[in-house]
């Protein structure tokens, strides 16, 4: 089971990257990924949210902010393969 959470200052990152109108929906659905997943350690990020995450940080555009909830949504994945 996962016990990682969303800490404060991946969750700030996140809430400015979904406050942004210029930031693509990719990055978006990381930073929702990452904010669900505060205080929750229960919840994991889901496939679609993961590789949302991926293509934001390997995005040579994309701001420090949205890197950092990306990655945040990245180390709360499951670690099962589920197909």
Do not use: E, F, I
Not at 52 to 71: E, H, N, P
Request: hydrophobic content about 30%.
């Amino acid at each position: 089971m996962n016990k990682k959470v969303t800490g404060k200052k991946a969750a700030s990152s996140a809430s400015k990257t979904l406050k942004s109108p210029s930031t693509g929906s990719k990055s978006k659905a990381a930073a929702g990924s990452a904010l669900t997943q505060t205080k929750a350690p229960k919840k994991t990020t889901s496939a679609k949210a993961a590789t949302s995450a991926s293509k934001t940080l390997s995005d040579g555009r994309t701001s420090k902010a949205s890197k950092s909830a990306a990655g945040s949504a990245l180390a709360q994945k499951s670690g099962k393969n589920k197909k």
